[in-house]
């Protein structure tokens, strides 16, 4: 991650850091979505169009924090225009990760200091309960450091995403909730019950999900996974995790080589995030895509004969 740093637009300058909200904020309403998930299927039985609604809302927020806060605001692994830029900035916010910059600086400290004593999320220095959830209530990363991330702090359009994105976050709410009251989710889903299911249970849900990645994909003792790159961390890639993050769990192969627009190297790892960059790459929304494999990579994987691979032409 020092090389990419180094080779970014306005890297020496500083911005300090951005004040978003206080610790105790970030408490509050991480149980409240905990609790309101809990609560969800309790207060509002599943019926199919509320688990469909559920499954559309999930999926638009793990695409928001692996495809654009991960591979885009935290590695660059493609290009967009400055609006787009803005768009995607607004759509990952409705994730309840705090705004882009700020997951991207911790990101790009966490691959600075992976395993090391300064890494929040490492389970090897603090443990999985730490890593999993313990540091985010933890002070010293309630703020974002913007000198992290210099080649987005640039844009004022996205310091303010990054300032508001609890705001942008209660307008996703209130529109998941206004669009049920006109009857646009079918004619037995009410505004409450959207609001549960299209936003309380989904975004709990993709909190924990990605969280699982900083824990159980650092921890290589449990099983279910699998190491394809004898990296120096701890990372491990999961199969079943992968699945649910949209790719995230494919955590040893980036931390291989986590400039990658994939995370699935192999053709039998399944990167749902990936497909969709692609595709909206072939629709012209987004542009230099990152998705070839370097040789060394290729070779160290032995990934050679699988159809997944892609060389770097060069």
């Given at each position: 991650m020092?090389?990419?740093?180094?080779?970014?637009?306005?890297a020496?300058?500083r911005?300090g850091?951005?004040v978003t909200?206080?610790i105790?904020?970030?408490?509050?309403?991480y149980?409240?979505l905990?609790?309101?998930?809990?609560?969800?299927p309790?207060i509002?039985?599943?019926?199919w169009?509320?688990?469909l609604?559920?499954?559309?809302?999930?999926?638009?927020?793990?695409?928001g924090?692996?495809g654009i806060?991960?591979?885009?605001?935290s590695?660059?692994?493609?290009r967009?225009s400055r609006?787009v830029?803005?768009?995607?900035?607004?759509?990952?916010?409705?994730c309840?990760q705090?705004?882009?910059?700020?997951?991207?600086?911790?990101?790009?400290?966490?691959?600075q200091?992976v395993?090391?004593?300064?890494?929040?999320?490492?389970?090897r220095?603090h443990?999985?309960f730490?890593?999993?959830?313990g540091?985010v209530?933890?002070e010293r990363?309630?703020?974002t450091?913007?000198?992290?991330?210099?080649d987005?702090?640039?844009y004022?359009?996205?310091?303010w995403v990054n300032?508001?994105?609890?705001?942008?976050m209660?307008?996703g709410?209130?529109?998941?909730?206004?669009?049920?009251?006109?009857g646009?989710?079918?004619?037995?889903?009410?505004?409450?019950?959207?609001?549960?299911?299209?936003?309380?249970?989904?975004?709990?849900?993709?909190?924990q999900?990605v969280?699982l990645?900083n824990?159980v994909?650092?921890?290589?003792f449990?099983?279910g996974?699998?190491?394809?790159?004898?990296?120096?961390?701890d990372?491990?890639?999961?199969?079943l995790?992968?699945?649910?993050?949209?790719?995230g769990g494919?955590?040893?192969?980036h931390?291989r080589?986590?400039?990658?627009?994939?995370?699935?190297?192999a053709?039998?790892?399944?990167d749902?995030t990936?497909?969709?960059?692609?595709?909206?790459a072939?629709?012209?929304?987004?542009?230099?895509?990152r998705?070839?494999?370097p040789?060394?990579?290729?070779?160290?994987g032995?990934?050679?004969?699988?159809?997944?691979a892609?060389r770097i032409?060069r």
């Amino acid at each position: 991650m020092s090389a990419l740093q180094d080779s970014l637009p306005h890297a020496r300058t500083r911005y300090g850091k951005q004040v978003t909200e206080s610790i105790q904020q970030t408490r509050v309403r991480y149980v409240v979505l905990c609790v309101a998930a809990i609560a969800t299927p309790f207060i509002y039985p599943p019926t199919w169009p509320l688990v469909l609604l559920a499954l559309a809302s999930y999926a638009i927020r793990m695409f928001g924090v692996e495809g654009i806060y991960h591979r885009y605001f935290s590695h660059r692994a493609f290009r967009c225009s400055r609006p787009v830029q803005f768009i995607l900035a607004v759509i990952a916010s409705q994730c309840g990760q705090h705004g882009p910059l700020w997951w991207a600086s911790v990101h790009r400290h966490h691959h600075q200091n992976v395993e090391r004593p300064d890494d929040p999320i490492s389970p090897r220095q603090h443990g999985l309960f730490h890593s999993h959830v313990g540091w985010v209530w933890c002070e010293r990363y309630k703020d974002t450091d913007l000198d992290r991330v210099p080649d987005f702090a640039r844009y004022p359009e996205i310091l303010w995403v990054n300032k508001h994105y609890t705001l942008l976050m209660l307008a996703g709410a209130a529109l998941i909730w206004g669009l049920a009251e006109t009857g646009a989710f079918g004619s037995s889903v009410t505004g409450g019950a959207a609001l549960m299911w299209g936003f309380f249970l989904p975004t709990a849900l993709g909190v924990q999900t990605v969280s699982l990645v900083n824990s159980v994909g650092h921890f290589r003792f449990l099983p279910g996974g699998y190491r394809r790159f004898d990296t120096d961390d701890d990372s491990v890639n999961r199969p079943l995790l992968a699945l649910f993050t949209f790719g995230g769990g494919w955590h040893n192969n980036h931390h291989r080589y986590g400039a990658s627009a994939r995370a699935g190297f192999a053709w039998y790892e399944i990167d749902i995030t990936y497909y969709i960059l692609r595709l909206l790459a072939a629709l012209g929304i987004i542009h230099d895509l990152r998705d070839r494999l370097p040789d060394d990579v290729i070779e160290e994987g032995r990934l050679g004969g699988m159809l997944g691979a892609r060389r770097i032409g060069r």
